[in-house]
């Protein structure tokens, strides 16, 4: 059936001589198949007073494809559909992570963080969104996220490292106080290992017990001083719908960056969505 077609089972394909072999590589969201799909908690690690790292097993047989910086959506009990970006890069080994934020009173994360145990089973659809890296363009990258922001931002970062892309790219991670920025030392590793690769740290409400010495202010800001000109640069940002709302006003509409070359997430929640009506 497969051979007509054009087509070959590579599983059980023997090759008669040198060959090469020309792989078509998923880079765009039209090639990724939406898929739903049972997971397991495999582990539930506290990053953070607020923060875990959610690591999901799937089925033995199943491979979860998508693009650095796209989300799946678990689909609770009732029905209702939470959204969390994949932390890690579609490349990796292993479970899949996800970053979550306890947000008090929240129908998720109130579970995850009261009730959840390892072992637990979940149901997701994913890949979603269009929130990737695009590998075709040669600018400058910023990334900037705020607090879980940074999930999605990991992801493009090791996916790009993996492909060895070489774009200059600076991450600037927002969040309220030190503790916020909870894998702080991984990023920091990034800047010493990752060549044209810096990071800029910035806390908007540092205290004394923080013994901050590094920037201070709203995240997008913190761009805007050093990078007073982004016409030649793409930004992906990720995070809180007001920090993501004001980076796209201010970058596009008074620092030259081009409208099609802001990308983002806003973490817009259910009563957001429904405040919002
Ligand atoms: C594309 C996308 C990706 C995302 N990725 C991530 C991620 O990687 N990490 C992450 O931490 N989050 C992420 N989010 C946010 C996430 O999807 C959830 O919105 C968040 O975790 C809250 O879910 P919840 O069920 O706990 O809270 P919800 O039940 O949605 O409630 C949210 C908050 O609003 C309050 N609330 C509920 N109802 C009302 C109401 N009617 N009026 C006022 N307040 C109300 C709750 O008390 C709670 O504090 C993402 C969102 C989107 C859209």
Known sequence: MKK?????LFCCATACSDLEIDIREVASVGDVQVKKLPC?????????DDVVVLKLQLPANERLQYLAGQYLEFILKDGKHRSYSMANAPHTEGPIELHIRHMP????????????????????????????????????????????GFA?????????????????????WGARRKKDLYLLELAEQWARDIPNFEFVPVLSEPDA???WTGRVGFVH???????????AYQVYACGVPVMVESAQR???QHHGLPEDEFYADSFTSAADLANAV
């Open 209 to 211: 017990s923080d013994a």
């Open 221 to 231: 800001r913190a761009v805007i001083e050093d990078l007073p000109d982004l016409s």
């Open 4 to 8: 007509p077609r054009g087509m070959a």
């Open 105 to 148: 009173g929240g129908a998720f994360t109130d579970h995850v963080f009261n009730t959840m145990k390892e072992r637990d089973i979940l149901r997701f659809e994913a890949p979603l969104g269009t929130f990737f890296l695009r590998e075709e363009s040669n600018k400058p990258i910023v990334l900037l996220g705020s607090g879980t």
């Open 250 to 252: 201010d970058f596009t």
């Open 40 to 48: 397991r908690v495999n582990a539930i690690e506290r990053k953070a």
């Open 152 to 172: 999605p931002l990991k992801a493009i970062v090791e996916h790009a490292v993996f492909k060895n892309l070489n774009r200059p790219m600076t991450l600037y």
